[in-house]
């Protein structure tokens, strides 16, 4: 059977804005969750799904880690999410946030669709792939370079290719690369890798894949596309010849727009306490934006449910309030 | 064999539901050195079966050589999705994977109400003094492709002056070659300008825009250095 994928694209032209109890920022499995929860609370809410929503986990070619699911595509699993929220009237809006600021006891949202007065605010915009800065890499973008194996892996189908980490998002996606290219490298910069003992595991028994250890990306050459890497290793620096170069080096949180709203730390994540809270009573946040450790879809998930929990506790002490 | 799921077609019957006008779907396929034809002759019969507002038309480009060519229909399979008064948006290639529901939102604007531009996007295409063909390169395993996807179709259904065309780049590797493509979704105006990656609506249009003003008259220009 073909693999055909149901959801439809969005659209925030029709959105109008206007009050609401609780605005949702984000489309990954947080904001999902906490959707999911803030339907089945009854709270009035709207959630700003981006222009591309799924998240991360969209991103992710298998997810294999997620409780009682054994195995299952990363776009699979967040379209399961986004239709469990919707089978539970989750309002979305196809729309990224583009500044909050707080009116009273409210936050001022500005999205690039519409303008909302919210009562409450979930951030959950998640995390972009880092860029590493190096010589080529943008002038390589979209030619040789990608951030997406997911996406771009059958364009390097009997090519040579390099996966820049050590983190479980690099190893998960050379084996995936694996699937389609001659030969595979990944480098990285310490003598292990930080990834799941059983993904470091399966790329050190693949015949077609090696590690430069203790080693970092210095710059990608070519012309029309890429054509090697240089590398600066223990034995000294090394041009490598490879066709594409697949960067997954850290992930930088999307929390400029909320700079001013909340206290953020110096890596961009935002501060939280109690796993939801900020430093602002009505702002909650949850899955990769925040500062909590293990950046997983289990994670987010559970940070989303509780976000919305906090959020509904809040509006009923206002209900509390008024009788 | 049926290549939507029980599932995939009550989700999909379940959207038609929502269509208020008929929306004429016309399938290129041919039997002769196209592989990929019959599924997606198979997919496009299933979801036609799936409401009577979708109208579906199966043409072989080899006996209607003449209707293939006003359509611009020079490779298959290829899918026109029209309200009935603009043919302007075409799928090339199998739709499977992400490519499906890029038809599907398709098949939804043009059979539904809803303004799905906003309006500066409506003004840009209002003031257009040139054509523009919007080609989109995507695959079916990439997430991003959607949004780049529907965004040219959106721009052609509203306007006289747009053709756009997705194209599944694994499906037609010439043309990804001819275009340097490598990663997905890539999209290319009028072979010259050029965006890496999905941009949101206001981003494109308003970096299309500028580019189409300032960038030198000859040459690839890429639209990240018109943000």
């Known amino acids: 059977m073909i693999e055909l994928r149901t959801g439809l694209v969005g659209s925030g032209a029709g959105s109008a804005g206007g009050e609401t109890d609780l605005l949702i920022a984000g489309g990954g499995p947080a904001a999902l969750a906490a959707a999911l929860y803030a339907s089945r609370y009854g709270i009035s809410h709207v959630v700003a799904e981006s222009w591309q929503p799924g998240g991360q986990a969209a991103l992710t070619a298998r997810i294999e880690n997620y409780p009682g699911i054994e195995s299952i595509t990363g776009g699979d699993l967040a379209a399961a999410l986004r239709r469990h929220a919707a089978a539970w009237g989750a309002s979305f809006e196809a729309s990224s946030v583009v500044s909050a600021k707080p009116s009273g006891n409210r936050i001022e949202v500005v999205t690039d669709a519409a303008s909302w007065s919210a009562r409450t605010l979930i951030v959950a915009t998640g995390a972009a792939p880092s860029r590493l800065g190096v010589p080529g890499e943008e002038e390589f973008y979209g030619r040789g370079v990608s951030y997406c194996a997911t996406c771009d892996a059958p364009f390097f189908r009997g090519k040579t290719v390099m996966v820049v980490g050590g983190g479980d998002s690099a190893v998960k996606e050379a084996l995936h690369l694996a699937g389609f290219a001659d030969r595979l490298y990944v480098v990285h910069r310490r003598d292990r890798l930080r990834a799941e003992p059983l993904l470091v595991e399966k790329l050190l028994g693949c015949d077609r894949c090696s590690v430069y250890w203790s080693s970092t990306l210095l710059e990608i050459r070519g012309s029309d596309g890429v054509e090697s890497v240089l590398l600066r290793t223990p034995g000294g620096e090394a041009e490598v010849p490879v066709d594409g170069v697949f960067m997954y080096v850290g992930r930088t949180p999307a929390t400029a727009p909320f700079r001013d709203l909340i206290d953020l730390n110096p890596d961009g994540t935002v501060r939280t306490h109690d796993v939801v809270h900020t430093s602002r009573e009505n702002v909650f946040a949850a899955g990769d934006v925040t500062d909590n450790e293990l950046r997983q879809v289990v994670t987010a998930v559970s940070d989303g449910a509780r976000a919305a929990a906090a959020a509904f506790e809040l509006l009923q002490r206002d209900e509390g309030g008024k009788g | ?227």
């Open chain 2, 1 to 227: 064999m049926a290549l939507l799921s029980d599932s995939d077609s009550h989700e999909v019957k379940k959207l038609f539901d929502g269509l208020t006008r008929d929306v004429r779907v016309v399938v290129y396929t041919q039997k002769l050195q196209c592989p990929s034809c019959s599924d997606t002759e198979t997919i496009l019969r299933e979801l036609g079966a799936l409401s009577e507002r979708l109208k579906v038309s199966f043409v072989n480009p080899l006996t209607d050589e003449a209707l293939a060519e006003a359509d611009g229909i020079d490779r298959v399979p290829a899918i026109l999705v029209s309200d009935g008064t603009h043919s302007r948006v075409r799928f090339f290639g199998t739709p499977s994977g992400y490519e499906f529901s890029s038809l599907l939102t398709c098949i939804m604007d043009a059979g539904g109400d809803s303004q799905v531009l906003s309006a500066p996007t409506i003004e840009f295409l209002d003031a257009l003094g040139t054509d523009l063909d919007i080609d989109v390169f995507v695959t079916p395993t990439c997430p991003h492709c959607p949004s780049a996807a529907v965004l040219a179709s959106r721009m052609a259904a509203a306007s006289d002056r747009v053709v756009a065309s997705v194209i599944e780049a694994n499906e037609f590797p010439e043309l990804s070659r001819k275009h340097a493509v490598q990663g997905v979704p890539r999209t290319v105006v009028n072979e010259r300008f050029f965006a890496e990656g999905s941009m949101p609506e206001a981003m494109f249009v308003s970096a299309l825009s500028r580019a189409m003003r300032e960038a030198p008259a000859e040459g690839r220009v890429d639209l990240s250095d018109y943000l």
